[in-house]
């Protein structure tokens, strides 16, 4: 018995541990297909609680989320600062981490045709946060990152 559960507890381990838990649901292949037809290079994971999808789309790279029941959350799209509106730089410049170094910046889309322009920014090692910019240049939220 205990010869059998070590088998399986090492098993577990060296496989499964990196072996994707659940398959991806067919809602959110579904709701992929009739949402980015175009998309190539597309790459899912599933972490139980979202399915993300990694993909291309004319040029730009894209990372979508779904719910685990294939409902779309969000699609971020790689940008630049140089092509934030200028009312974004302006919020940016005007807020308390206009002096924090930029890391990242992404377009997100969210469902009802939203958008919000997503700042990574960074003060040192430990304070670091993301801050989103609706298209009025107005921050409408920040949340920590690691």
């Keep these: 018995m205990k010869r059998s559960l070590f088998t399986a ?4 381990l060296l496989f499964g541990a ?28 599933n972490n139980v609680i979202n399915v993300g999808v990694k993909f291309d789309l004319n040029g730009e790279k894209m990372y979508a989320e ?17 092509k ?22 992404k377009l997100v889309h969210y469902p009802g045709n939203i958008e919000r322009y997503r700042v990574e920014v960074e003060k040192n090692e430990l304070q670091k946060k993301y801050l989103y910019f609706n298209t009025k240049g107005r921050m409408v939220k920040s949340s920590i990152t690691l």
């Design 9 to 12: 507890v090492l098993y577990f």
């Design 18 to 45: 990196n072996s994707q838990i659940t398959s991806i649901p067919e809602e959110a292949k579904a709701n992929f297909a009739n949402q980015y037809p175009e998309a190539t290079d597309v790459v899912w994971t």
């Design 66 to 82: 779904y719910t685990n029941k294939g409902i779309w959350k969000e699609t971020y799209q790689d940008w630049t600062l140089e």
């Design 84 to 105: 934030l509106p200028v009312a974004v730089t302006d919020g940016l410049d005007k807020s308390k981490y206009a002096e924090w170094k930029i890391k990242t910046v």
